[in-house]
């Protein structure tokens, strides 16, 4: 194993863990700022929802940087952690993270989307998006649960 490749990868890691875990992070007290926002000025609502859509953007970033250090690190130790149970826990976890914070919030992004650009002016937003926003303030806590319990298996490293 060369162990400057391998910690390097580890930094990489960690990074793609901040921008992900960071961005689902500020996304969610985004969204309250969108919510509280869209009642009362939509135009500066419509501002909001472009920060929103650049967190995304991030988050789908780091996502690729922890995959892409992740492999290279079980490329030299695939041996020791891939026969671990924290291991394969957290790979089960890590398609329910990718599945809910890139594919269901993007599902729900794109209606709440549609929602914006076709209400009248007389439309209240907040009564056309309530189960939007119910939906995505789901997708916000069991992502950040799920980030949660992977660092708890990835640090104490249950065998
Ligand atoms: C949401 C996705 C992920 C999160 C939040 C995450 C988080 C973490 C954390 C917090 C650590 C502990 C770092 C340390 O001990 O200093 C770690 C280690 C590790 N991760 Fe991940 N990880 C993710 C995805 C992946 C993937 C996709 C792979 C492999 C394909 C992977 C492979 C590893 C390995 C091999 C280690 C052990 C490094 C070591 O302690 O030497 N991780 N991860």
Redesign the pocket.
């Known amino acids: 194993m060369n162990p400057t490749v391998?910690n390097t990868a580890?930094v990489l890691?960690?990074v793609?863990?901040t921008l992900?875990?960071g961005a689902t992070f500020i996304e969610y007290i985004t969204f309250r700022q969108f919510w509280k926002t869209v009642a009362s000025d939509r135009n500066k609502a419509m501002v909001v929802w472009e920060t929103i859509s650049n967190q995304q953007k991030l988050m789908g970033f780091g996502?690729l940087i922890?995959?892409m250090?992740?492999?290279t690190?079980?490329y030299y130790?695939?041996e020791a952690?891939g026969a671990q149970l924290w291991?394969r826990i957290?790979?089960g976890?890590?398609i329910i993270?990718?599945f809910n914070g890139l594919g269901v919030r993007r599902v729900l992004g794109s209606r709440l989307n549609k929602k914006l650009t076709l209400a009248g002016p007389v439309d209240s937003i907040i009564a056309l998006t309530t189960k939007i926003r119910s939906n995505i303030l789901i997708v916000h806590i069991i992502q950040l649960l799920?980030?949660l319990t992977?660092?708890v298996?990835?640090?104490f490293?249950f065998t």
Do not use: Q
Request: charged residues 5%; proline residues 0%.
């Open positions: 391998y580890l890691h960690i793609g863990i992900m875990g996502m922890i995959i250090s992740g492999v690190m079980m130790l695939h952690w291991f957290k790979f976890l890590l993270v990718i799920l980030f992977i660092f298996l990835s640090i490293k």
